[in-house]
């Protein structure tokens, strides 16, 4: 019987690359949360943390951004779904085309996009965006979803993958199904994993960006973090250890979902 060596070389070099990476990682982590903790003189408290929360800024801005991301996540499914079944299923020598245009936002910097929506959507353009605010908000949230579509096509594109888009919608249309069903009903449910990574993703976006919301002037997430960075000591500390934790609240939750999808799949 062949004795497995748990001490190879290869091993041991994982292993100390993981280590690496996890220091790299973990401690500066670890110090802003211990320095987060360190406002009451003399002790560790978690005053910065009370003093986050019950500003009414920080409820107000975060609240924005929720909003904002909800908005952004409804309509980017509206937008992308859609778009990567009908490409899949009667557009398919137009695939590299849609991925070139939505791998645009990786290569154009977030303020070069504003600086174009306030050229062109100016009070006084003939879509006069930023007149008003309920127009502004809505400018936003478009350029929300510019920046997460790359990563929400992908997501979704990965998920058709799996399916057999055509099969699915021949059997769907030889029953009488229209459109709206065979997309509602039958192809947006085998693509959910899809979908709910795209979506945890550009809820991490929306909530920590700042340069579009700065640019335009609106009261969201990302501008209120740089304002209580540059004015207070101890409360940007825990304000990035709030933020470092949705992030990884939405990664877990990709996980969970793609984990949850796999079982549905292979039947438990």
């Not at 509206?78 to 778009?83: A, M, Q, S």
């Not at 174009?116 to 879509?127: A, K």
């Not at 400018?139 to 096509?153: C, K, Q, R």
């Not at 990574?197 to 640019?215: D, H, P």
């Amino acid at each position: 019987m062949k004795k497995t060596r748990y001490f190879t070389p290869q091993r041991i070099g994982a292993w100390v690359a993981f280590l690496i990476g996890a220091i790299y990682f973990l401690v500066p982590l670890i110090g802003t949360f211990e320095f987060s903790l360190r406002m009451r003189r003399g002790e560790y408290s978690f005053d910065a943390y009370r003093v986050v929360f019950t500003d009414p800024n920080f409820q107000s801005t975060f609240g924005y951004s929720i909003l904002l991301a909800i908005m952004t996540i409804i309509f980017g499914i509206l937008l992308v779904v859609p778009t990567a079944y009908w490409v899949r299923l009667r557009l398919p020598k137009l695939r590299p085309v849609i991925e070139f245009i939505t791998l645009m936002p990786l290569v154009i910097p977030a303020i070069v996009i504003v600086f174009g929506y306030l050229r062109i959507y100016n009070s006084s353009s003939w879509l006069p965006f930023t007149a008003s605010t309920q127009a502004t908000d809505l400018l936003l949230m478009f350029g929300y979803v510019t920046l997460s579509l790359p990563y929400m096509y992908r997501a979704i594109d990965t998920a058709m993958r799996t399916i057999d888009v055509r099969t699915l919608t021949e059997a769907a249309e030889s029953m009488g199904a229209k459109l709206p069903t065979i997309m509602f009903r039958i192809i947006f449910p085998n693509v959910l994993s899809g979908v709910m990574s795209g979506a945890f993703i550009t809820f991490a976006i929306v909530i920590g960006e700042f340069t579009l919301a700065s640019l335009l002037n609106r009261p969201a997430f990302g501008p209120y973090l740089q304002l209580v960075g540059a004015n207070r000591a101890y409360e940007p500390s825990a304000l990035a250890i709030i933020a470092f934790g949705i992030t990884w609240a939405s990664m877990a939750l990709i996980q969970l979902v793609s984990r949850l999808n796999k079982f549905k799949t292979t039947g438990g």
